[in-house]
């Protein structure tokens, strides 16, 4: 049922669509289609003078709605799964702007959230702001311990402009999945869902705090990134408070040349920065535009604004790297197989098919010089590639090619030549070395070396206890499966196998333990290295000679 608060906010915004001259949209649903005739009895479509393009008039109406719009069309903008390729990129340039609300009120907001008089919480305050935008606003703050601050407070109200939006938008989602014959594949409510959880989540300042917490401790230390502090005993749901910084805005490439800065390398540090916040971290600024991007005097970037962040599956991270590997080897069935196996495209797939598709994509991109290949492009197109084969959306890898797609127009803006595959292939070659073989398998056993030293003292009974029983013919192995009688004849073969197996994992198992406890523990012999390799030669010998031999068979 539509409220009457949301008829007059539909005309509204008919007067806004109208104003722009995207009546035709609206004419043009299966909805109003019969009545589309009327358009050309209008007057002032007669007068109505050559229009801007479609996305630009799209992207006017958006911000003469209102901050809630603005910030869905931001949204819709990295979806170009949803949207034509014009439309996705002029909402992209949609600013979130707004007028400040009063200083004088920020004031109150904040002395109600702390629950105390504002003297005790700043020595100085300046009510007008620094930055304003739909959410939330900035202020320039002094706290009593002397501490130079900015103060980020959200809007009064905005909560309940938020939720009457919202309501609109779910409307008109319905709507459209009546009368949109393109409804089923794009799915307007389920879109209209994903914005409602992502702009409720920037409401909550917390969060954002814990965001900008967990990245400064990623990169503690570095020389390529800084993260503000966050003062935690003034951090609330609607007020944060941030240490202060000063740089230059990455956008001001005159002010960075002024001060020396080596353009070149602060292109390929932000390359860096973004490949180790995606396969280090597994957390990465997914808002990385130039408004939240500054410059220390030193060339070390300064980030902002936390609000979006993003996240992969250790599964996504493996099958994204090995992608990209692939496609600059232009080996596009390994691209085909690695979208089958990662689930990303039905596994009914036709790897041929799927390949010749990729191929079709990539290989006019790879005529180009290195340095002028987009790899957020290349996602894009294969993205869009892949939905003809029914490819699922997958929100987080759209969201990285959002952000992938920033990295590359900052780092070629500061420095044009930059060659993306020259920084990043070393750093996904080292990352997939570290994720597979012997080295990560050794790094797997010492990081759970304290796990299993707990269970070491165990270990020696329980195997005394199997290899007991078996002597004694008293070990029974219980396995349910259609096929048990069918093997019963290799039983025996195959328990002698097991206890081989599991004697010579225990030896491996304890020499790894000793290797991750040797200089740990003062109850460590002197002689550890070499118990160790003993261990671990034993073992690895007794697992040779358990191994089945497939030519017998």
Sequence with gaps: MI?????????????ILVRHGLDEIILATHLFRPFRFVLYLLPWHWLRAKQLPRAVRIRRALEDLGPIFVKFGQALSTRPDLLPPD????????????????????????????????SEIFEEFDETPLGSASIAQVHVARLCGGQEVVVKVVRPTIEKTIQRDLGLLYVLADLAARYWKEARRLRPREVVAEYEKTILGEL?????????????????????????????????????????ISG??????????????????LAERGVEIFFTQVFRD????????????????????????????????????????????????????????????????????????FESAVRAVCEPIFELPLKDISFGYLLLRLFQTAQRFNMEVQPQLVLLQKTLLNIEG?????????????????????????????????????????????????????????????????????????????????????????????????????????KGLDGNSPAMLAGAPLLTWLLGGMGLIILLLAWPDDSSK
């Excluded at 002010?255 to 390398?265: F, H, I, P, S, W």
């Design 3 to 15: 409220k009457v608060g949301q008829v007059l906010r539909l005309l509204h915004i008919n007067r």
């Design 87 to 118: 439309i996705a990129e002029e909402l992209a340039r949609l600013q979130d702007s707004v007028p400040p609300f009063p200083g004088l009120e920020a004031r109150m907001i904040i002395e109600r959230a702390y629950g105390k008089p504002f």
């Design 204 to 244: 909550d300042l917390m969060r954002e705090a814990a965001n900008a917490s967990q990245l400064r401790r990623n990169f503690a230390g570095s020389d390529m990134l800084y993260v503000p502090e966050i003062y935690w005993p003034h951090a609330r749901r609607n007020v944060m408070v941030m240490e202060r």
């Design 248 to 265: 230059v805005p990455i956008s001001d490439i005159n002010a960075l040349e002024e001060q020396g800065v080596d353009l070149k390398l």
């Design 282 to 353: 597994n957390f990465f600024h997914a808002d990385m535009h130039p408004g939240n991007i500054f410059v220390s005097p030193q060339g070390k970037y300064i980030a902002v604004d936390f609000g979006i962040m993003g996240t992969l599956s250790s599964d996504d991270q493996r099958y994204l790297a090995e992608n990209l590997l692939a496609f600059f080897n232009r080996d596009y069935q390994r691209v085909a197989e690695l979208h089958v196996q990662s689930g990303w495209v039905p596994a009914e797939t036709r790897i041929d098919e």
């Design 410 to 514: 900052l780092g070629r803006e500061l420095y044009p030549d930059l060659d993306l595959w020259t920084t990043a292939k070393p750093f996904l070659e080292r990352w997939m070395r570290e994720q597979m073989g012997f080295r990560a398998f050794f790094k797997t056993l010492r990081e759970q070396a304290p796990q299993w030293a707990e269970k070491l003292p165990y270990l020696p009974a329980l195997v005394h206890d199997v290899l007991k029983q078996a002597h004694d013919g008293k070990l029974r192995i219980q396995w349910q499966s259609d096929e048990l009688e069918k093997i019963r004849g290799e039983i025996k073969v195959s328990v002698r196998r097991t206890f081989a197996a599991v004697v010579g994992a225990a030896f491996i198992v304890s020499a790894a333990v000793i």
